[in-house]
């Protein structure tokens, strides 16, 4: 308050009560008067001082000796029990504290932490025991033949949005321990459409499903041209043997259309790992999957750090992000996939909690 003179200040109180909108209050306040404009707990400071004295100008300020009193911690304590998914900017103003004191009452009075929230695809009952047995023949293939995890390729697709995905960084639970809270989400429509398989070795892809340049939905027809004219010529490319190759998708309908069976069973003749296959891949569950569980988080943090504008630059940061991982990441994420497997026996199925919490 001390950097405004008292018509700045009576300018901010006025227009906070015209447009009753801190944000617009500062918008305003750059289109009026440039520079930086005053803080969201300044202007709140000038509008409460102003309805509680009637005046924008400095009263002699008296220190508390401290806002920790018994009250206001147990008031802190019966809004966080009512709501624990409130931000601190929201309750420190709902409180008339500052989040510095409302952060202190959290962490040293109530010993609340902020938590991320999970997110998880729900698991039905029947899905249990698949997962189970998919988990317990893997380990057991790969005790067996200590080349087959070098010669896995995962995959699947991803869709990119323009304007981002989900940030689950500014969503947080405060509580005493990890609520081990999972929030369980629907797929939904994107704009670009990216296909990766991940091995252990390397990565091929990425492939975006578009037709003269313009995103298109994934059919059976495409994901077969996909396989043909571009996943098959990229294992030629890198000399892979297809008889080495195991190759696993998840039971997407397009993956698991008839030719594209038909064309898979041919290819990889008792390695492949799908839905209507003799190894069979368990329903709703990308949190064992390299792409899910590793590919598509990596990059949709990296791709949008450069903030693309339109479709040509997302593509190609896609590309950049996936061209960037090193093969010791690679070789990290199917080790991963294992201690995934194993996890899964330990859970009889469910989700996997002690990988989804895990404390540092």
């Not at 990889?268 to 590919?295: M, V």
Request: net charge positive; glycine share 4%; hydrophobic share 35%.
């Amino acid at each position: 308050m001390d950097n405004w003179d008292t018509e700045t200040r009576i300018w901010i109180v006025r227009r906070y009560h015209a447009l009753e909108s801190v944000v617009s209050v500062q918008r305003e306040y750059r289109r009026t008067f440039g520079g930086n404009p005053p803080s969201r707990w300044t202007i709140m400071r000038l509008v409460n001082n102003f309805a509680e004295h009637g005046t924008v100008n400095r009263r002699p300020y008296h220190r508390n000796p401290s806002v920790r009193t018994e009250e206001t911690i147990a008031a802190v304590a019966a809004a966080i029990q009512h709501n624990p998914r409130v931000s601190t900017r929201s309750l420190s103003a709902q409180m008339g504290i500052s989040r510095q004191s409302l952060q202190s009452i959290m962490h040293k009075d109530l010993d609340l932490f902020p938590y991320k929230i999970q997110m998880a695809n729900k698991l039905n009952a029947a899905d249990l025991p698949i997962r189970l047995e998919f988990c317990q023949k893997m380990l057991q293939m790969v005790e067996e033949d200590g080349n087959m995890l070098n010669c896995l390729f995962m995959s699947n697709e991803a869709h990119f949005d323009l304007n981002g995905n989900i940030n689950k960084q500014n969503c947080r639970i405060w509580s005493a321990s990890n609520p081990q809270t999972l929030h369980e989400t629907e797929l939904h429509p994107l704009r670009v459409t990216v296909w990766c398989a991940v091995s252990s070795r390397f990565i091929v892809g990425p492939y975006f499903f578009e037709e003269n340049g313009h995103p298109v939905t994934v059919t059976g027809d495409r994901y077969l041209n996909m396989l043909r004219e571009f996943f098959y010529p990229e294992l030629r490319r890198k000399r892979i043997s297809f008889n080495s190759v195991w190759f696993q998708q998840d039971g997407a309908g397009p993956h698991i259309a008839q030719p594209v069976m038909t064309e898979l069973r041919r290819k990889f003749p008792n390695k492949l790992i799908s839905r209507n296959s003799t190894f069979r891949w368990p329903p709703r569950s990308p949190d064992l999957t390299a792409p899910d569980f590793f590919l598509w988080g990596h990059c949709k943090q990296e791709v949008y750090k450069a903030k693309p504008t339109n479709l040509n630059e997302l593509k190609q940061s896609i590309r950049a992000t996936i061209a960037a991982i090193p093969v010791s990441t690679l070789q990290a994420v199917m080790n991963n996939f294992l201690l995934r497997c194993r996890t899964c026996i330990n859970e009889q199925g469910g989700h996997l909690n002690s990988i989804i919490f895990k404390t540092n």
